[in-house]
């Protein structure tokens, strides 16, 4: 049987053994299938893994089950699950993402295998127990490995990311996202897949990142959105020697090249499993500079880096096929997502800012204004 490691607050039911907490649920006589399970593989420790963590909304397509709690509340909803407790849940947004990642895992297994620098994905649910089980299922028919569950039951969030030593998190909550970003975690919004995703990539992870208030900082956004384009142009040209300071999904960007330099250490650079690509509405000529300079002054690279200068982003990532995209803005999130590109949105910046509440009510949660 696999074993799950929860940081959920234990209770009397539950049994304590050597710090891992057993939830009452995981002893049941559960409806698993041991010919289901994957092989059984150790978790590698949280500081030397790269550690993301995924909320069971976006992995999984959980949106039946979402609308039965809203319009008829928690009794209906569990009652729901448990009758459904044998039926998987069908991938979410995450999931080709999260197989990606395993998917390079196993290559690294390869390579190196007693190195603990690998992939762990931890699902954070704040389900109840009974939902556990119906997740666990659905995790071993897809036969995905993640060993961790962290079911934040309603307590702090940001303490079991900090626990955990995330390295990006991914929610359906904006809420969350949020705070998590104000934590200092890199986070994003996933939303419902779109209607027709591109096809992705089942060897190679491939992730592709906005630059402003993403990768970098969004002191340069606050230019163009104070002064407009001609005076961000003028401002990126002056400073061009001059870094950008960090945005929330730097770190990321690192952990994964972190990973890419063990494959190069090894000769496989043609052949590495991880891509990554800088795609920016900057243009080349006038302010690219100051984005590829930053990136080598961190000692950084992304395999391909593009500059739309200002042209959509949607066409250029549907020939990218990335398993996720990064940026700030919904307009671009949006142009992604109506080409088939699983987009997730990074809330922070000057953008988030910048929308009056009275130009859409508050309903867009400040994103109406995203135009750059
Ligand atoms: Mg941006």
Same mark, same amino acid.
């Given at each position: 049987m696999t074993s799950v490691n929860i940081s959920q +607050?234990? $209770?009397?039911?539950d049994t304590i053994t050597k710090g891992t907490v057993r939830a009452?649920?995981?002893? +049941?006589? $559960?409806?698993?299938?041991?010919?289901?399970?994957?092989k059984h593989l150790k978790s590698p420790k949280p500081q030397n893994a790269i550690t993301i963590a995924v909320s069971s909304r976006v992995l999984f397509s959980m949106n039946k089950e979402q609308q039965i709690y809203e319009q008829k509340g928690m009794e209906d909803y569990l009652k729901y699950q448990i009758e459904h407790e044998t039926e998987p849940f069908s991938p979410g947004p995450a999931f080709p993402f999260v197989k990606a990642l395993e998917a390079v895992n196993a290559r690294l297994r390869e390579l190196y295998?007693?190195?603990?620098e690998l992939f762990d994905v931890v699902l954070m649910t704040n389900n109840h127990a009974h939902v556990g089980l119906r997740l666990i299922n659905t995790i071993n028919h897809h036969q995905l490995f993640i060993e961790r569950f962290c079911?934040?039951?309603?307590?702090?969030l940001i303490g079991y990311l900090k626990a955990y030593q995330t390295n990006l998190y991914l929610s359906a909550d904006h809420m969350k996202v949020r705070e998590a970003l104000e934590a200092g975690i890199a986070a994003a919004t996933m939303f419902n897949p779109p209607e027709k995703r591109t096809e992705v990539s089942e060897t190679q992870l491939r992730v592709a990142f906005d630059g402003d208030?993403?990768?970098?900082?969004?002191e340069s956004e606050r230019i163009f959105k104070a002064h407009g384009l001609d005076k961000f142009f003028e401002h990126e040209k002056a400073h061009e020697d001059m870094p950008l300071d960090h945005g929330p999904l730097k770190g990321f960007l690192e952990s994964l090249g972190k990973l890419q330099k063990k494959f190069y250490a090894k000769g496989q650079r043609m052949d590495c499993p991880i891509r990554t690509y800088l795609v920016t509405s900057?243009?080349?000529?006038?302010?690219g500079t100051r984005a590829l300079k930053t990136l080598r002054s961190w000692g950084l690279e992304t395999d391909e880096a593009l500059?739309?200068?200002?042209?959509?982003k949607g066409p250029m990532l549907d020939k990218i096929r990335p398993h996720i995209f990064f940026d700030d803005q919904m307009f671009h999130v949006e142009g992604a997502a109506q080409l088939g590109t699983v987009a997730a949105h990074v809330?922070?910046?000057v953008t988030q800012k910048?929308?009056?509440?009275e130009a859409c009510g508050g309903e867009c949660l400040g994103y109406c204004t995203d135009t750059k």
């Open positions: +607050t234990p $209770t009397s039911q009452s649920w995981e002893g +049941t006589d $559960t409806l698993l299938n041991p010919s289901v399970l994957t295998p007693e190195s603990e079911m934040t039951g309603g307590n702090s208030a993403v990768l970098f900082s969004d900057r243009s080349a000529a006038s302010s500059f739309l200068a200002g042209a959509p809330p922070y910046g910048w929308a009056p509440e």
